[in-house]
């Protein structure tokens, strides 16, 4: 798994937000790919998907039946 945390803070010179923001999702799902990874984005901050994130690990880490919703 590849959680891809505060992914929206990193900064392209010479970008506009929305290509900063492109930019950026296109980087997480190619490095994701790379690594044969399912990826989840997040934000510890406002509390987004952290609770999945957790859960993901716990049902791999001890290979537990549960279903993660997306």
């Known amino acids: ?3 891809a945390v505060k ?3 990193f900064c392209f010179v010479g970008l506009r937000a ?3 923001f492109n930019e950026s999702h296109s980087q997480a799902r190619k490095f994701a790919r790379a690594m ?3 990826l989840i984005f997040c934000s ?3 509390g ?3 609770a999945k994130i957790f859960k993901a690990i716990l049902t ?3 290979r537990i039946k549960a ?3 997306e």
């Open 60 to 62: 791999t880490t001890f």
């Open 1 to 3: 798994m590849s959680p």
């Open 18 to 20: 929305d290509e900063q």
């Open 7 to 9: 992914f929206n803070l």
């Open 44 to 46: 510890a901050k406002k």
């Open 48 to 50: 987004i998907n952290v």
């Open 36 to 38: 044969k990874a399912s």
């Open 67 to 69: 279903e993660i919703h």
